[in-house]
């Protein structure tokens, strides 16, 4: 089981970036997706969440407007499209992967560096 994030770079104030997530190992479409992000000396937060069929996404208040979450089960990939991007953005993103069915396994993936600076 994998799940590789990448997209992540330095980027100035406004800018936007678009992250990916590709999975493999696992049956994709039956797990629901997230985003995560961690900033130095701050716990995880959840930034976005997307269900398995692609119907319901839910954000973080912080990113709402600003962030869209999307997946392609054909390509067994998740993204997250980043924009207006402000300096409280830089973290850690990490994507995480959920079952919907019993024993509804859980992934993680490494982490890509996002990093917001003028």
């Known amino acids: 089981v994998q799940l590789v994030e990448s997209g992540g770079a330095l980027v100035q104030p406004g800018g936007s970036l678009r992250l990916s997530c590709a999975a493999s190992?696992?049956?994709?479409?039956?797990?629901?997706m997230r985003w995560y992000r961690q900033a130095p000396g701050k716990e995880r937060e959840l930034v976005a969440s997307?269900?398995?069929?692609?119907?319901?996404?839910t954000y973080a208040d912080s990113v709402k407007g600003r962030f869209t979450i999307s997946r392609d089960n054909a390509k067994n990939t998740v993204y997250l499209q980043m924009s207006s991007l402000k300096l409280e953005d830089t973290a850690v993103y990490f994507c995480?992967?959920?079952?919907?069915?019993?024993?509804?396994?859980?992934?993680w993936g490494q982490g890509t560096q996002v990093t917001v600076s003028s």
């Open positions: 190992g696992f049956t994709f479409s039956t797990y629901d």
């Open positions: 995480y992967a959920r079952g919907i069915y019993r024993p509804r396994y859980e992934y």
């Open positions: 997307i269900s398995s069929g692609g119907g319901i996404t």
